[in-house]
């Protein structure tokens, strides 16, 4: 009877939920990066522009 390639297909999977843990971290970093940005943005304009 052949032997089941049990271990390579659990690593395989942890890799895979590792690697989709990473893009969805990188997706968090690079959506929380953007929103200070545009903020600081709209308040250097704030600040530039005298009341009138």
Known sequence: MAKSHY????RKKE???KLKQEE???RK???NSE??????????DEDNNPLA
């Open 15 to 17: 890799l895979a939920r």
């Open 35 to 44: 929103k200070p940005a545009e903020a600081s943005d709209e308040s250097q």
């Open 29 to 31: 970093i690079d959506k």
């Open 7 to 10: 271990s390579f297909k659990k």
């Open 24 to 26: 969805k971290r990188q």
